[in-house]
């Protein structure tokens, strides 16, 4: 089996052909972008990691920086800093000196797909990253998918099968022990404005995560259904 723990994030990565010219091409376009993969960004040794779907183009493409710029963040950000992930309430640019406490934000694709829809192949060639990423996550930890697709991504990354974890909103799922996912409906503009994600609904599944990352025994929290 592929030692996927041991590839670790390459800021020039370029496995992915189609994203890697379309890369090029935005580069040209807007020579001040970031236009690059995307790194994680956050707390080194956060328990709670937050998966998105991947750079948007005037967002984190821009600016190098996950959900900083773009309108996904807005909400993003709020609830992190609600729940007291985050010193500030928005993120605006990489030297705005907003920090992450005891949380993480990486995306299931690290560059930026053309019209923010990656192929089912681009996502499991940053599948080895995802993976990287999870392994890291200190114990017990939890991660937040943002999305079927990052939810998927993050089974795909430990190797569990999709069926058996059917993606719902607020839905929490053992991924292994002292392993929690909980998924959450993208912070997108079109959820949030179409209303399928209220702020409400989006902090309920930071309060689930705090009270899981609360407890010393998170399978516990799972089968109490909290």
Do not use: W
């Amino acid at each position: 089996m592929l030692q996927k723990s041991l590839l670790k994030f390459d800021p020039d990565c370029r496995n992915c052909k189609r994203l890697a010219g379309f890369l090029d091409q935005t580069s040209a376009r807007y020579p001040g972008y970031h236009a690059r993969p995307v790194p994680a960004f956050g707390d080194a040794a956060a328990r709670l990691l937050i998966v998105g779907l991947a750079p948007g183009m005037h967002g984190a493409n821009a600016t190098g920086r996950p959900f900083t710029g773009d309108y996904a963040g807005i909400l993003l950000y709020q609830t992190l800093f609600d729940f007291g992930f985050s010193n500030h309430p928005e993120s605006v640019s990489r030297d705005d000196g907003l920090r992450l406490t005891g949380c993480r934000i990486t995306n299931a694709v690290k560059c930026l797909p053309p019209q923010n829809k990656p192929q089912l192949t681009e996502v499991r060639n940053c599948n080895r990253y995802l993976h990287a990423e999870i392994a890291a996550l200190p114990r017990p930890g939890v991660v937040v998918a943002l999305g079927k697709i990052a939810h998927d991504a993050v089974l795909r990354a430990l190797e569990l099968r999709l069926s058996a974890h059917p993606f719902a909103h607020a839905r929490l799922h053992r991924l292994a022990t002292d392993r929690l996912l909980i998924d959450s409906y993208h912070c997108s503009r079109y959820n949030t404005q179409t209303r399928r994600l209220t702020p409400e609904m989006f902090a309920q599944v930071f309060r689930l995560a705090r009270s899981a990352l609360s407890t010393d025994d998170p399978e516990g929290y799972l089968q109490e259904g909290a």
